[in-house]
C-alpha cells in the first residue's frame, strides 16, 4: 500500500487578460529577469566596480534572447534531436514547452561573451555578476515546473510523495521542489555569502567557478530523485542526460576557481 499527497491543482494560467495569457512558467522566466538584473546592478556597485550597472541594464536584452533562444535550442539537441530532425518547424513551437537550463546556460554564455567583446569588459568579472545572481530563475523555475506537474520525480515511499497527474496512481518524490530548494535557494545563499566578502568579489572567475561546481553538485543529486526522461531513460553508467551534462560544469567550475586563486586580486578602490 502507498500513501499519496493529492496533487494541488494549480491553474498552470497565471494571469488571463482577454485573450492574452500568462503562464507560470513564462512568469517565472520574466520575474527571474527582472528580479536577478536589479541583484545584479546592486552587486554592480560594490567595489572593485569591474562592471557598472549601467551594463548589467543594457545586458537584459541579450541575456533574455540568450535564455530563451540557448534553452530551446538545448532541448531539441540534447533531448529530441531525432523528434526535431523529423519535424523541424515545431522546433520553433516554443510555446509548446521543451527547455533546458544547459542549453540556457549556453546561450548566456554565449551572449555575455560577445556583450564583453562589443563593450570591452572584463569578462570573468561581468560573468560573476550573471552566475551569482542565475539561481534566483532556477528557483521560480522548477517551482513552474512543479506547478505545471512536470518533471515529476521517482515513484516513492516517503510521507511527502505525491501523486502527479499523467504519471500513473503511484506517489512519486516532489523532485521540481528538491530542485528548487537546491538548484535555486541554497546556491543563492551560498552564492550571497561569497559575493558579500570583498576578497572574493576582488577574484575574478571566482563566483563563476563556485556557481559552475555549486549547479552541477547540486543538479546531480537532484537527478537521483528525479524521473528519467522516458524517450532517453539511463544512459552511460546509469546517469541521466542531466547528471551528464552536469559533469563538464564541475570540471570548468573547478578550473576558474583555481585559477582565480592563484591570479593576484583586483584593487579594491572606494
Request: some cysteine; aromatic content about 12%; charged content about 10%.
Amino acid at each position: 500500500m502507498f500513501f499519496a499527497i493529492p496533487f494541488p491543482a494549480i491553474d498552470p494560467v497565471a494571469v488571463e487578460i482577454g485573450p492574452i495569457a500568462i503562464r507560470w512558467y513564462a512568469l517565472a522566466y520574466l520575474v527571474g529577469l527582472v528580479v536577478g538584473w536589479l541583484y545584479a546592478r546592486r552587486l554592480a556597485t560594490l567595489p572593485p566596480r569591474a562592471v557598472s550597472a549601467q551594463d548589467v541594464d543594457d545586458f537584459l536584452t541579450w541575456a533574455t534572447l540568450g535564455v530563451v533562444l540557448g534553452g530551446r535550442l538545448g532541448y531539441v539537441l540534447f533531448y529530441k534531436a531525432g523528434y526535431y530532425l523529423d519535424h523541424p518547424l515545431q522546433a520553433l513551437q516554443i510555446w509548446q514547452g521543451g527547455m533546458s537550463f544547459h542549453g540556457g546556460l549556453l546561450g548566456v554564455i554565449v551572449a555575455g561573451v560577445l556583450f564583453c567583446r562589443v563593450r570591452r569588459l572584463p569578462t570573468l568579472a561581468f560573468a560573476d555578476l550573471i552566475f551569482t545572481v542565475a539561481p534566483l530563475g532556477l528557483c521560480l523555475g522548477r517551482i513552474a515546473n512543479f506547478i505545471n506537474g512536470e518533471l515529476p520525480g521517482r515513484i516513492a515511499d516517503v510521507p511527502w510523495a505525491m501523486a502527479f497527474p499523467g504519471y500513473g496512481p503511484f506517489p512519486r518524490h516532489p523532485s521540481q521542489l528538491y530542485q528548487a530548494a537546491m538548484e535555486g535557494l541554497l546556491l543563492l545563499i551560498i552564492l550571497a555569502v561569497l559575493a558579500a566578502r570583498p576578497s572574493i568579489r576582488a577574484r575574478p572567475g571566482l563566483l563563476s567557478g563556485a556557481f559552475l561546481v555549486g549547479y552541477g553538485v547540486f543538479r546531480i543529486i537532484g537527478e537521483v530523485f528525479r524521473e528519467p526522461d522516458a524517450h532517453l531513460g539511463l544512459l552511460l553508467a546509469g546517469a541521466t542526460m542531466g547528471q551528464l551534462l552536469s559533469l563538464p560544469m564541475l570540471v570548468i567550475g573547478g578550473i576558474l576557481i583555481a585559477r582565480a586563486l592563484r591570479r593576484p586580486p583586483l584593487p579594491l578602490t572606494p
